[in-house]
């Protein structure tokens, strides 16, 4: 590869065989990969070969498949060799590839899992709006939306305020918005798009996030997630604890709102459909005690 940079016959061919070796999970295959120095050189045939498409699939692969070294391990490889902004750098060029596209937010979503390095690296390599742009271009691949959210409320948890910052003003809200009413019926997308609403209210400190993220608009999404489905355990629980979190840290204008919107109502039925889910009920009754009301069962 080292000697062939611009051969992408020879390129491919090798990302290909890295890939299937590295496909076997086996940790001492993938460690051999890397102490051979391969990752660095997968990275430059991603740089060189941007429209190529079996390259970039293959050398994604191999990026992915060595997360089997260790979770910790693999994010200082990945960032050590650049790996993120390869991946980044290709997706714009892959562009009509809707599978690819999901594969890549799921490998985004697992690195940036507690990671606050590889969630400043992804913001860094201008991958917020990048992911914007491909949920608008995939906007009717609901899985894709679902990863997406994912991948957002692990940047939002790990990357902290600044990070948070930039979900909000590269417009990732809307977006979120919009795959919820794209797919209302999708239980993988209501649930991802609350998780990461939760999280942006929670991480973001009030004024930037969650004051500008309360809008109707929110409120009303979560609302509506939490009413059409109202025996979806987990559903239920990032949903109390989206309106939690913009209740507590929200204006007094968007706790009334959260009221207007039904969402005094949605809370306490969480309570009383999962009356033993004390996650629920912790955050339905922050939610409620911020709004001014009591869930059911208190004794006020």
Known sequence: ????????????????????????????????????????????????????????????????????????????????????????????????????????????????????????????????????????????HAKIQENACWLFANLASYGQKDVCKSIVTAEAVPSLLSAMQKHPHDSGVQGMGCWALSKLAEYGDAYSVSTNIATSNVISSVVTAMERNSTHEYIQFVGCRALGFLSTRGSRECRCEIRELGGITVLKRAVSTFPSHCRIRNVANAALLALGESSEGDPR
């Not at 890939?19 to 102490?35: E, H, P, Q």
């Not at 650049?82 to 714009?92: D, E, K």
Request: with cysteine.
């Open 1 to 140: 590869m080292e000697h062939h940079r611009l051969n992408g016959t020879v390129q491919a061919e090798a990302c290909r065989l890295l890939a299937k070796l590295a496909s076997r999970r086996s940790r001492g295959c993938c460690k051999a990969i890397v102490a051979a120095n391969a990752i660095p050189a997968v990275v430059l045939a991603m740089h060189f070969h941007l429209t190529h498409f079996g390259l970039q699939e293959n050398a994604f692969l191999v990026l992915a498949f060595l997360e089997c070294i260790g979770k910790e391990e693999w994010q200082k490889v990945i960032l050590a060799a650049n790996g993120i902004q390869a991946v980044w750098g290709a997706l714009p060029h892959v562009s009509s590839h809707a599978a690819l596209h999901n594969l890549m937010f799921i490998f985004f979503a697992n690195l940036s899992f507690s990671s606050e390095a590889c969630c400043k690296a992804i913001e860094a390599a201008n991958g917020i709006p990048t992911l914007v742009a491909s949920m608008e271009q995939h906007a009717s």
